[in-house]
């Protein structure tokens, strides 16, 4: 169990960045997140929430998708799912 992070409104709806794409490599067959000169490549958990942002689904909307298909406790899902939206927003990566 992570340690959770500030709260942060569960209505906000992320969405990547100006010029920051998330993409399926067919070379690499694996999911990459494309931003001004930088290249992240998310693990499966990362990989999972990032699919989900698509700027009309809430954060609040998010976690109760994800905690439910992947059965986990809600709270500890909010916690995994905004402390990764928070280091890509610190990033650039994603607005909150």
């Known amino acids: 169990m992570t340690a ?3 709260a942060l409104d569960e209505a906000v709806v992320p969405r990547f960045a100006r ?4 993409r399926f490599d067919e ?3 694996s999911w990459m997140v494309l931003a001004p ?3 992240f490549l998310p693990d499966e958990a990362a990989t999972e929430i990032l699919k989900l942002v698509d ?3 809430s954060l609040g909307a998010i976690v109760d998708d994800l905690a439910t298909r992947f059965d ?5 899902m909010a916690a ?3 402390g990764m939206l928070r ?3 610190e990033k650039g990566v994603v607005l909150l």
Do not use: I, N, Q, S
């Not at 010029?19 to 998330?22: A, R, S, T």
């Not at 986990?72 to 500890?76: E, F, K």
């Open 37 to 39: 000169e930088r290249l």
């Open 4 to 6: 959770a992070p500030k």
């Open 80 to 82: 995994d799912v905004v």
């Open 72 to 76: 986990v406790p809600r709270a500890d």
């Open 87 to 89: 280091d890509l927003a």
């Open 19 to 22: 010029g920051v794409k998330f």
């Open 55 to 57: 700027g009309d689904r």
């Open 27 to 29: 070379t690499r067959k």
